[in-house]
C-alpha cells in the first residue's frame, strides 16, 4: 500500500515536469519564430536626442570660440590705411565682409558697438534688454585676421586734399589727449544721420528721438517719470489726462512701432501694477501724410490703421506739429485750423537730416555735391567729386530708402569691393576705374518690409516674382519675430534676445525706474 503511493507520487511529480518542460519547449519556439518588434519611436527619440546633443555641442563651441579670439598680425607699413567712420549698419557690414590681411583698417565711431536698431522700440518699455540688441565691435574686430584699430570719437573734420581725417574724444574721461589726426589711404563714411525736427520749435527741447540706446532709457525713465506722477498724491484730474496722455510724431515704421509696444506695456503689466490709473492712459499718433506706413501696401495700411482703432490708439493723420512747448503740441490739421494738444511723453520719429560732419564735407565739393539730403555717390559708392572716398548708408542721398536692409546691402557689396582694389596695393586711380567697372555696379535686393503693430500682430510686404505678397495677424508676428533673430549679428545676440522675449512672457515687463 505504502509502495503504491510513493508510485502514484511520482508518476505525478514526472506528468508535471513533463509538462512544464514542453509548455517552455513551446513558448522558446513561438519566442523564437515571432520576435518583438522594435518601435518607431524608438529612432525618433535616439535622433532628436543626437540632434539636441550635437546642437548644444555647436552652440558651446561657438560661444567658446567668441570668447577666446585667436592671435592677429600686427600693423603692415606696407599696406594701405583703411579707415571707416561709424559702426552702424553699413561700416559693420563692411567689417564683415573685408579680409583685414589687405589692409590696415582703422574704425572711428563715437560707440564702441553695434546696434541693432530694428528691435531699439522694444527696450522702450522693457520687453528686450538694452545690451541685448548691441553688440560690441570688438567682438567683430577681434576675430579678422589683422588687428583693426578703434578710436571712440567724433571725426570733426574731413580734409579730402590732404586725406587726413580729425578725431575727438568728447567722452567724459579726459585723457593727456583727446584730439588727434589720422591719414588715410582710403576713406569709408558712415556716420548714419540725425533726427530731423523740420524746425519746429521745442523738438529738442521736450521731445525724446528713438535713433541710439540712449534714447530708449531716455524714453522709458521720461515714461515712468510720467506714470508715478500722476499717482502721486492728490493730483488734479486735468493734470493726471495731460501726464498720462503719450504722443508719437512720425507714422514711419519707427513711431508705428513704438506706439504697439506702449500699447502692449500698457496693456499687459501698467493694467496690473497700476488699476487706479491705467485706464487713463492715452496713446496719440500724430502723421502729417494721408495715412501710416506709406511703404506698405494699401491693404496693410487699413489692417494696421484698424488693428490701432480696436487697440484704443488714435492716429491724427493729414496733421502737422508746428510748436512744442512743456506741456502743449501745437498742431495744425488738414483744413489748416489749429489745436492744442496736451502731452505727457513726446516721442518724434519724422526722418533724418544730414550730420555736421557730413555737412561740412559737402561744403568742401560744391561743385559735385549739389545734394542738400545727404551726400552724392556712383554708382560704386564711391563719393562724387573726391577721390579714394566712399560713403554709404543714411548719410548719403541715393535713389534707394533710408533702410537697415540697405545699409546692410551696400557694406557687403563695399567690402568686395576693397577686398578686390587690395589685390592691387599701387593700383591707380585707372586701375581703380577698371575694378569698379569689372565689379558689377551696386544693385539693391529688398528683401521685404515688415513691423510690429501690437497685440502679438505683425504686418509683413514680401516681393514675390513681379508682385508683392501682404500678410497680416499673430502668424506674420511669429514670422517678425523669426525674421529679427536670423537677422541678429551673433549667437550671443540672438541667445540673449530669445530669453528677454521668454523672460517677458513669463514674468512681464520690469516697471521699475532707471
Request: some cysteine.
Amino acid at each position: 500500500m505504502q509502495s503504491q503511493r510513493v508510485f502514484r507520487a511520482a508518476t505525478s511529480v514526472a506528468r508535471r515536469s513533463l509538462l512544464l518542460s514542453t509548455s517552455r519547449a513551446y513558448s522558446s519556439v513561438s519566442a523564437a519564430a515571432q520576435p518583438v518588434k522594435k518601435s518607431k519611436w524608438r529612432y525618433v527619440t535616439r535622433g532628436a536626442l543626437g540632434l539636441s546633443v550635437g546642437a548644444v555641442g555647436l552652440v558651446g563651441y561657438t560661444a567658446y570660440s567668441q570668447r577666446h579670439p585667436p592671435a592677429q598680425a600686427e600693423f603692415d607699413p606696407s599696406k594701405k590705411t583703411l579707415v571707416i567712420l561709424g559702426t552702424g549698419w553699413g561700416s559693420t557690414s563692411i567689417l564683415r565682409e573685408l579680409d583685414t590681411d589687405k589692409f590696415n583698417v582703422v574704425v572711428v565711431s563715437p560707440r564702441n558697438y553695434f546696434l541693432f536698431t530694428p528691435l531699439l522700440p522694444s527696450c522702450t518699455v522693457g520687453t528686450i534688454e538694452n545690451r541685448s540688441i548691441m553688440e560690441p565691435i570688438r567682438y567683430i574686430t577681434r576675430h579678422k585676421k589683422r588687428e583693426v584699430h578703434l578710436f571712440e570719437g567724433d571725426c570733426t573734420d574731413i580734409d579730402p586734399v590732404n586725406k587726413t581725417i580729425t578725431v575727438s574724444d568728447n567722452s567724459e574721461i579726459k585723457g593727456a589727449v583727446s584730439n588727434t589726426t589720422l591719414k588715410y589711404d582710403y576713406l569709408v563714411v558712415g556716420v548714419g544721420a540725425e533726427n530731423q525736427t523740420f524746425g519746429v520749435p521745442g523738438v529738442r527741447e521736450y521731445g525724446c528721438f528713438l535713433k541710439e540706446i540712449w534714447d530708449a532709457k531716455k524714453i522709458r525713465a521720461r515714461l515712468m517719470d510720467c506714470i508715478e506722477t500722476a499717482a502721486f498724491g492728490d493730483q488734479p484730474e486735468e493734470e493726471k489726462n495731460r501726464l498720462l496722455h503719450m504722443v508719437v510724431v512720425g507714422g514711419g515704421p519707427t513711431g508705428v512701432e513704438y506706439a504697439a509696444e506702449l500699447h502692449d506695456f500698457l496693456t499687459d503689466d501698467l493694467a496690473v501694477w497700476y488699476p487706479d490709473i491705467a485706464g487713463r492712459i492715452k496713446i496719440t499718433l500724430i502723421e502729417a501724410m494721408p495715412n501710416v506706413l506709406p511703404s506698405f501696401s494699401k491693404q496693410l495700411i487699413e489692417y494696421t490703421e484698424s488693428t490701432f482703432s480696436e487697440n484704443e490708439i488714435k492716429v491724427l493723420t493729414k496733421t502737422a506739429v508746428k510748436e512744442v512747448n512743456e506741456k502743449n503740441i501745437v498742431v495744425e490739421k488738414a483744413d489748416k485750423t489749429r489745436e492744442n494738444i496736451p502731452y505727457g511723453l513726446l516721442v518724434w520719429a519724422t526722418g533724418n537730416t544730414a550730420r555736421p560732419i557730413v555737412k561740412g564735407l559737402m561744403e568742401k565739393l560744391p561743385e559735385a555735391q549739389t545734394g542738400r539730403r545727404g551726400l552724392l555717390v556712383d554708382d560704386h559708392l564711391m563719393l562724387l567729386g573726391a577721390k579714394d572716398i566712399f560713403a554709404l548708408g543714411d548719410c548719403t542721398f541715393t535713389k534707394y530708402p533710408p533702410l537697415a536692409q540697405v545699409a546692410n546691402q551696400q557694406g557687403t557689396y563695399l567690402g568686395k569691393l576693397l577686398n578686390e582694389i587690395a589685390d592691387k596695393q599701387e593700383a591707380s586711380q585707372k586701375e581703380v576705374a577698371e575694378i569698379k567697372e569689372e565689379l558689377n555696379t551696386f544693385t539693391y535686393s529688398h528683401s521685404g518690409s515688415l513691423a510690429y503693430i501690437g497685440a502679438e500682430k505683425a504686418i509683413a510686404d514680401f516681393p514675390i516674382m513681379h508682385g508683392n505678397i501682404s500678410a497680416g495677424g499673430l502668424a506674420t508676428f511669429m514670422v517678425w519675430r523669426s525674421a529679427y533673430l536670423s537677422k541678429l549679428f551673433s549667437v550671443r545676440q540672438k541667445t540673449l534676445v530669445f530669453a528677454d522675449w521668454c523672460k517677458q512672457k513669463i514674468f512681464g515687463r520690469d516697471i521699475g525706474r532707471e
